[in-house]
């Protein structure tokens, strides 16, 4: 059985940066497929970034220039930076695990607020 658990939310002035943890418990880490998704109110879930098990990135339009995923196999860690915050950015983040099966944390809140 594999949990996800996020942390690193919080309030952050447009402009500004934070850094999203998310630890897998489990076994296998290096051969899942991470990503992170957001849900803004009264919106779909959406794709943020992925990162393959091979180190590989992936990331929406919106988000490219300012966000970087990476993952620690050692810490069985994904990572997502956020650079140059946005009011839009505000959102509940998810963290994603897929491989043979398909978890996901329970988010945590970022606003981005002046």
């Known amino acids: 059985q594999v949990q996800l658990v996020e942390s690193g939310g919080g309030l952050v002035q447009p402009g500004g940066s934070l850094r999203l943890s998310c630890v897998f418990s489990g076994s296998a880490f290096n051969r899942y497929t991470m990503g992170w998704y957001r849900q803004a109110p009264g919106k779909q ?49 998810y963290c ?6 398909d978890y996901w944390g329970q988010g945590t809140q970022v606003t981005v607020s002046s």
């Open 45 to 93: 879930r959406e794709l943020v970034a992925t990162m393959s098990p091979l180190g590989t990135g992936n990331y929406v339009d919106s988000v490219k220039d300012r966000f970087t995923i990476s993952r620690d196999n050692a810490k069985n860690t994904v990572y997502l930076q956020m650079n140059s915050l946005k009011p839009e950015d505000t959102a509940v983040y």
């Open 96 to 101: 994603r695990a897929q491989y043979l099966f």
